[in-house]
């Protein structure tokens, strides 16, 4: 699959000088490259991967299918996707947003589909598909790629051209411009590299994770769902809504990954150790739910209150909810006042343990990056070193689950290349 690299550099005197050296094979680096082929004919683009493959996380993304992006065409709403970035790709998406990728796909024969909650995916539903057309439009603009080399030094040249070296590479690589799209900067040498440089990295802390939980009230209830929920942590913080799902290790689905990305940052701080507060029922007030038993205790007297749940509360949970209030067997009938106002609390503040996180199969990213600030967002230009761009997760833009980190790789990837080509024109 990959394309035979030319035989560069050469010597020092006679060094081939790329136009636009893309560091990092992933979703954002390679479209980077395709897009800057389309737009700068003739030009001299190439891709330097770490690993031995390219394009490993589209792979494995939304458990093989690739979630490609988010059927939301509207700039502003797409952009209250981002806990972070949201300001600058609201900005971004009015020059590359969900239907410019759709179109681009379209252009070569993949088809996306929508599901029901606005996730897009190719209708192959297999990740191989876009991987697949990326790679074919790579040998057809007659991109290079080059696997296993990682960036190891960057420096500037006088004539304020780039010199990259890359392990496994005897010669260092002159470059006009580089993009940096090497995804998560977790761990990464390339910090030194890029602190060399005087950019300011944001502390970088995991993003999409789900709770780890150990609480009577879930023990041996893992695969039990429930369509909607809302989260907050403890205390008067926003909560977060959505279906829930109850797994080995405790709670993980979009309220809870949602909420893991909005308080990031805090939760870090707690090393993942935090009290959160569950209402198992957001669409009912109070007051409803008081209507609720009311009916109940009119209609079912006879019926034990454990086996007659409340839509939509699963009944295994709810048998769970209902014991954990030390409501035995009792019919609605037989409950008593306080009985009744403990179940209530317990149904609209639940209140629980996290101990620790685990990262979901499906989807995590890292919050924290490269500076939002020291990047022109109308370019990906760093603000501090002229011809150093960054597109994708590297910098300090994250995204919800449901496609929107993609999006945003696909869209600061088509801004850097747009920037990249006028300069190199
Ligand atoms: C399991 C999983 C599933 C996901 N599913 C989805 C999904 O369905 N939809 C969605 O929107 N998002 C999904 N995401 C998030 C999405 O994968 C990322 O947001 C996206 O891959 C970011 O693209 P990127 O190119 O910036 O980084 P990456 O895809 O991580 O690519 C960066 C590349 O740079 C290389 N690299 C790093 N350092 C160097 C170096 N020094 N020199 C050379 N190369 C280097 C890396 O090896 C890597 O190949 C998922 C993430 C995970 C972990």
Not at 216 to 228: C, E, F, N, T, Y
Request: glycine share 8%; net charge neutral.
């Amino acid at each position: 699959m990959i394309i035979e690299p030319p035989s560069f550099p050469q010597t020092d005197s006679a060094r081939s000088v790329l136009d636009l050296a893309v560091i990092g094979g992933g979703a954002s680096g390679i479209f980077t490259a395709l897009r800057y082929a389309e737009m700068a004919a003739g030009k001299r683009v190439a891709v330097f991967e770490k690993s031995p493959h390219f394009l490993q996380k589209v792979r494995i993304s939304g458990g093989g299918r690739c979630n490609v992006t988010h059927a939301c065409f509207d700039p502003r709403r797409l952009a209250e996707n981002y806990p972070r970035g949201s300001r600058e790709l609201r900005a971004a998406f009015h020059q590359w947003q969900p239907s410019d990728t759709i179109e681009w796909f379209g252009r070569f024969g993949v088809e996306l589909k929508t599901e029901a909650d606005g996730r897009m995916f190719p209708v192959t539903d297999s990740s191989e598909t876009i991987i697949d057309c990326f790679l074919d439009r790579a040998r057809e603009f007659q991109i290079p790629l080059y696997p296993k080399r990682p960036l190891t030094g960057i420096e500037r040249l006088e004539n304020e051209n780039f010199l990259l070296r890359f392990e496994g590479l005897a010669e260092p690589v002159e470059a006009r411009s580089v993009c940096v799209a090497a995804g998560s900067l977790k761990n990464s040498p390339l910090l030194e590299q890029l602190k060399k440089l005087e950019q300011t990295i944001v502390p970088l802390v995991p993003s999409l994770f789900a709770f780890n939980v150990n609480d009577a009230r879930i023990s041996d209830l893992a695969g039990v769902s429930h369509p909607k929920v809302s989260v907050r942590r403890d205390g008067p913080h926003p909560a977060r809504q959505g279906p829930l799902l109850i797994t080995h290790r405790g709670f993980s689905g979009p309220a809870v990954l949602r909420l893991s990305a909005w308080e990031a940052r805090a939760l870090a701080e707690t090393n993942h150790h935090f009290s959160f507060v569950i209402d198992w029922l957001p669409d009912c007030s109070f007051e409803e739910i008081d209507g609720r038993f009311a009916d109940d205790r009119k209609h079912q007297g006879a019926k034990l209150i454990k086996n007659t749940p409340i839509s939509p509360i699963p009944r295994r949970l709810w048998e769970r909810i209902v014991l954990s209030c030390e409501i035995g067997d009792v019919t609605w009938g037989q409950i008593s006042k306080p009985a009744m106002r403990r179940l209530k609390e317990e149904l609209k503040s639940a209140k629980f343990q996290a101990e620790g996180k685990t990262t979901n199969k499906d989807e995590f990213v890292t919050a924290g990056g490269i500076e939002r600030h020291a990047i022109d967002f109308k370019t990906m230009e760093s603000r501090l070193v002229k011809g150093l761009y960054f597109a994708g997760e590297c910098i300090d833009m994250d995204g919800i689950t449901g496609g929107f980190n993609f999006q945003a790789a696909w869209t600061t990837a088509h801004l850097a290349a747009v920037a990249i080509s006028k300069r190199s024109a």
